[in-house]
């Protein structure tokens, strides 16, 4: 069995915590990604998964096995890096099963025949006599993986393993990695930046901001359940318009106010501390067009400054007195910078 668990888990350097008292279970099988921005701490956790780091608080369990002080061969553990971490002197197959037999009784025949099958699972046969040099950045990529592959590990860890691909070959290699996990059921670690990578991989995403977890659960309901603003801003392209109000109260019924708009809110009864003020968040396919709402709809105006034709859609910047509102509508909208547009939104997915 290869589920993780982590309680507690500090990471010191002098005197910055990159990684503050994390706490995360992690089930057999299952494909957690780690996403944030750059130094929020997520290579620094999987690292120290790993073993490349040491861990200055807090425990790690990795199979029921506190794993603190192992060095990283006797975790069981295979790890895929940014930059794809490969020998140039060497060809593709002694790449990917270099170091086996310092962490395995296996023999060269073994060897051999286990890198023969990583590669057939990657496609990569006839890759195996060349060097780096002489391969594309996917197929690296892939060879990188493959190496990981031989050892045939309780838990693979990739750190931003495709951040050195263009934009068409990241999205065959994410459902390339999709497809490889489900047919290896092992438990998989993925650090990324990108949010987009998060979404479409983790059967759970672990989202990071500044040393410590913001939130952990699957990417929808990440999306449509942000439990803090960082959440809600950092899921989703565009992020989520988020505006300060004031709050009105008459009754049971809760106004949200603004210089540009006024509109009673849904559940009124939330609001039992009533508070003067607070942060209204709707993403911007969640704002329409007032044509296009239900009739009795609550309704403002914005002014559009920017329109972005996306192809499937139209993103409209408008203003909202001194806040700006992004829209999300149908493409080939004829709106044009200028415009006066009366606005609904959604009701049911407000923040």
Known sequence: MSEITIDGLTKEFDDVTAVENITLDIENGEFIVFVGPSGCGKSTTLRMIAGLESITGGELRIGGQRVNDLPPKERNIAMVFPNYALYPHMTGAENMKFGMKSVSDYTDAEIDQRVQEAAEILDIPELLDRRPKELSGGERQRVAIGRALVREPEVFLLDEPLSNLDAKLRVQMRAELLQLHQDLDATTLYVTHDQT????????????????????????????????????????????????????????????VHEAFELTLPNGDRFTARPPSATFGVRPEDVSLAANAPADAQTFEAEVSVTEPLGESLLIHCYLGTDELHIKTEARSAITPGDTLELAVDEDRLH
């Open 197 to 256: 990578e998060a979404m479409t991989l983790g059967d759970r995403v672990v989202v990071m901001n500044d040393g410590r977890i913001e939130q952990v659960d699957p990417p929808q309901v990440l999306y449509d359940y942000p439990e803090t603003r960082f959440v809600a801003e950092f899921i989703g392209s565009p992020a989520m318009n988020v505006i300060p109000i004031d709050l009105g109260y008459d009754g049971d019924a809760v106004r949200a």
